[in-house]
């Protein structure tokens, strides 16, 4: 069964620096590129990054360029999610996700 | 960016009748390679998005065949024949010909 779950999130105060992580099981991880996505609390969804199965070609919205890193390991078959200078827009669940499976999400709270 | 333009559909749907719900991209999501670069997502209450129709008209594993897609290359339908319980929520396209990717806004379907 293929597994994405997620973690890291929490309540952070703006301008603060949070990472996620996103272990996945039940599939090749290597074989796959990897996203973030995020909701907004009541909006629709947002791609935030993307990442290749070898690392070799990452993408990012502009909302979140220059302060967020998107990485994985496949050793450990870990995406990540490294947030900086972290706004109050930021606020969202934030979803690991191939184009096919999705984990459940995690809530990050950008607030003083 | 490619902008995804999402229809309303004039809820509430009766159960058991058919739902279709529009999509129109701001740049033509056909590939020289003739595939067609869209998604459709339903995102049920409280859940993940759940992949429904990829390459614009291939339903996901699993998913029932009351769901079909179609179009062209800047408009496109999902079709619901006889809408049960279980369908209800928010649905979502989504183009992945180039980044950023977009997502239309959400349809929200609900049962009469």
């Known amino acids: 069964e293929v597994q994405l779950v997620e973690s890291g999130g929490g309540l952070v105060q703006p301008g603060r620096s949070l990472k996620l992580s996103c272990l996945a099981s039940g599939f090749t991880f290597s074989n796959y590129g990897m996203n973030w996505i995020r909701q907004a609390p009541g909006k629709g969804l947002e791609w935030v990054a993307s990442?290749?199965?070898?690392?070799?070609?990452?993408y990012y919205a502009d909302t979140v360029k220059g302060r967020f890193t998107i990485s994985r390991d496949n050793a450990k078959n870990t995406l990540y999610l490294q947030m900086t200078s972290l706004r109050s827009e930021d606020t969202a669940l934030y979803y690991c996700?191939?184009?096919?499976?999705w984990g459940q999400g995690v809530m990050v709270t950008v607030s003083s | 960016d490619i902008v995804m333009t999402q229809g309303a559909l004039p809820n509430p749907v009766p159960s058991g009748e058919s739902a279709s719900i529009t999509c129109q991209s701001s740049?033509?999501?056909?590939?020289?390679?003739?595939?067609?670069?869209l998604n459709w997502y339903l995102q049920r209450p409280g859940q993940s998005p759940q992949l429904l129709i990829y390459?614009?008209?291939t339903r996901a594993s699993g998913v029932s065949d009351r769901f079909s897609g179609s179009g062209s290359g800047t408009d496109f339908t999902l079709k619901i024949s006889s809408v049960e319980a279980e369908d209800v929520g928010v649905y979502y396209c989504q183009q992945f010909l180039e980044y950023p990717r977009t997502f239309g806004a959400g349809t929200k379907l609900e049962l009469k």
């Open positions: 740049k033509s999501l056909l590939h020289s390679n003739g595939k067609t670069y």
């Open positions: 990442i290749s199965s070898s690392s070799s070609y990452i």
């Open positions: 390459w614009m008209s």
């Open positions: 996700a191939t184009t096919n499976y």
